[in-house]
């Protein structure tokens, strides 16, 4: 399935136990996951306002459940989006991980590394804000994006609109200390959504990292408008 090719399909529980292997495979190649989830039961549940998804553990039975929208064909992205959000809980439950609440920093984590990955999913917050969030599609928030330009790599984070100044001073003052020399740097912004739930750096700079052959193609998908640049990259 390509980027912008929608998928409807059939929802079974077969299928999202394909689907769930799938990933958990996909997660591990990727050293998102150190080791592949056990299996669960699956349950489909229609006519549910309140939740797209729910991972559940009784009598010490694990459970995903999916609320699709319709009893018809559903959106795959939809799915894959719900379905690799409720394996971030099981990893974490199955892995003993404390987190400080049900989407605390653990979740994040997690969830931060799967939509920086690039590989067809945006994991949000909560699964009960929208049926489906197509990565093209504009947000109501225009983020501001730091671009950082290395010898071999591209760094890029999401910066509190009000910590602009702050950063540009201390890299240009050189307070930050790099792993490899610093070759430019640029502000941009996007009203991409993909950027919705990403963390954003206040106090410190953390975020995702390109090689330089991966940084054109990253650059169009994610929309990117140039506002200041410091340094020209």
Not at 96 to 106: N, R, V, W
Not at 186 to 199: D, E, L, P, R, S
């Amino acid at each position: 399935m390509t980027p912008n090719e929608t998928k409807y399909i059939r929802l079974t529980n077969s299928w999202l136990q394909e689907r769930h292997s799938y990933w958990s495979q996909k997660l591990v190649e990727l050293n998102i996951f150190q080791k592949e989830l056990n299996n669960v039961l699956f349950e489909i549940k229609y006519h549910v306002k309140s939740y797209n998804g729910m991972f559940r553990i009784r009598n010490g039975v694990s459970k995903i459940i999916i609320y699709p929208p319709n009893t018809g064909e559903v959106n795959q992205q939809f799915v894959d989006n719900v379905l690799v959000h409720e394996m971030i809980h099981q990893y974490i439950h199955e892995n003993k991980l404390h987190d400080s609440s049900s989407h605390g920093a653990i979740f994040r984590k997690y969830m931060n590394a799967i939509n920086y990955a690039n590989i067809g999913v945006t994991i949000n917050i909560s699964t009960n804000s929208q049926k489906f969030v197509n990565t093209n599609i504009c947000s109501y928030e225009t983020h501001k994006i730091l671009v950082l330009k290395f010898s071999r790599t591209f760094f890029l984070c999401k910066v509190k609109s009000t910590k602009v100044d702050y950063f540009t001073e201390l890299i240009l003052n050189h307070k930050i200390q790099w792993k490899e020399p610093l070759v430019g740097f640029g502000w941009y912004k996007t009203t991409n959504a993909m950027f919705n739930n990403y963390q954003t750096c206040v106090s410190k700079l953390h975020g995702a990292v390109y090689l330089n052959d991966e940084w054109n193609a990253m650059f169009e998908k994610l929309k990117l408008t140039k506002f200041e640049v410091i340094s020209e990259l």
